[in-house]
């Protein structure tokens, strides 16, 4: 397999722990468990969990109605970033382009993390759907956090602060 992070950027340390991560055991790992919960999700939402839907209250239904999409929504977001990983670690994308903003987990907004009114409500089965989404979305973040933000490393602030009065005193 050619590395096509070669064509694009220079496999410094950075690129090199991104491809390595793609590689690795953790992410094979976080890959299936991100896929079978996808899967699962859909099979309970299209299944169990409309049979469920029904028989709530209206405000369950609504509430039921809101939790569902924001846990489509999340998972989506999960699913597409690791397909990012996956697609620059069989070479199917370019290393600067797996680098862009529009890839990048960690950019996006974080969802409103307060329920649903009437979500006490919500069947056992899609509440324990939503806790795994949340700790997978959770650490999805984290891995894009680290892997693409940790490479510009933060300024040095008392260098900064000499930088500055230096130029101040006309030492720059």
């Known amino acids: 397999?050619?590395?096509m992070t070669a064509q694009t950027l220079?496999?410094?340390a950075?690129?090199?722990r991104?491809?390595?991560?793609?590689?690795?055991e953790v992410f094979e790992r976080t890959f299936k468990e991100g896929m079978v919960l996808v899967e699962e999700t859909a099979a309970y939402l299209d299944g169990p969990g409309r049979a469920a839907s029904k028989r709530l209250d209206r405000i369950g239904a609504l509430a039921y109605a809101g939790e569902s999409m924001r846990l489509t929504t999340r998972l989506m977001q999960v699913a597409s970033w690791l397909l990012?990983?996956?697609?620059?670690?069989e070479g199917e994308m370019a290393m600067n382009e797996a680098r862009s903003d529009k890839y990048r987990f960690a950019q996006r907004e974080r969802l409103d993390q307060q329920g649903f009114h009437g979500a006490s409500s919500l069947p056992?089965?899609?509440k324990g759907l939503m806790a795994r989404c949340e700790m997978l979305y959770d650490r999805v973040r984290r891995l894009d956090e680290n892997m693409y933000e940790a490479e510009t490393p933060a300024a040095n602030e008392v260098s900064s602060q000499l930088a500055r009065l230096k130029s101040a005193f006309g030492e720059g």
Not at 18 to 24: C, E, G, K, Q
């Open 18 to 24: 991104i491809l390595d991560f793609a590689r690795s």
């Open 14 to 16: 950075s690129n090199r």
């Open 1 to 3: 397999m050619t590395d």
């Open 10 to 12: 220079p496999v410094d």
């Open 84 to 89: 990012v990983q996956r697609a620059l670690r």
């Open 124 to 126: 056992d089965s899609l």
